[in-house]
């Protein structure tokens, strides 16, 4: 059942105030395309605001189990990256009113963007032939797709990324040996 919610939020719905489906090319760019999606209050919200910063951008929707367990997880990790550290992104593919509902209940402490077909343009971007929630990229902080992982994270992937990203920082390794490393996770 989830499978067939997934896939039908992604058909098109004829509405005149929908907005137009967001172009994204695939990544055989360099710097992960720029998007604008809209956070919780309703405003547009553009990836290049958290320039300067990895980021975690975690594809989720209200109706995904797996989502829905990893988020204590991320909000843990959130919590101690602080604001100097890796900035964990949610994106919820799935419709706002719902994720509004949910997100009062978990105390979201990242920013939460919402898109429904806008939010699967962006994770599709990525140029993966096959995407299932959660999912979550990896961009580092001058906006280079690094690598993605399909699936639901658990603490040692994200102790994993933390340290590679440190040893990129660090100038320990460089940006091909950095998404060779995050390939292996």
């Known amino acids: 059942m989830a499978g067939a919610l997934f896939y039908a939020a992604r058909i098109p719905v004829e509405n005149e105030s929908a907005p137009e489906p967001m172009a994204v090319e695939a990544f055989d760019i360099v710097q992960y395309p720029a998007f604008t999606l809209k956070d919780l209050d309703g405003v547009d919200r553009d990836f290049s605001e958290w320039h300067g910063r990895h980021r975690l951008l975690n594809f989720w929707a209200t109706w995904c189990a797996p989502c829905r367990r990893e988020i204590p997880l991320l909000k843990e990790f959130q919590e101690e990256q602080g604001d100097d550290g890796i900035l964990v992104m949610g994106i919820a593919v799935d419709f706002a009113e719902d994720v509004a509902v949910y997100a009062k209940a978990a105390e ?65 390794t460089d940006v091909e040996s950095a998404k060779k490393a995050l390939d292996q996770l």
């Open 108 to 172: 979201f402490n990242y920013p939460i963007l919402i898109g429904q077909e806008d939010a699967m343009a962006v994770a599709e971007s990525s140029g993966l032939d096959f995407i299932a929630m959660p999912f979550t990229m990896i961009v580092s902080k001058d906006g280079e797709f690094l690598n993605a992982y399909l699936g639901e994270l658990h603490r040692s992937q994200l102790d994993d990324i933390r340290d590679i990203l440190t040893h990129l920082d660090n100038g320990d």
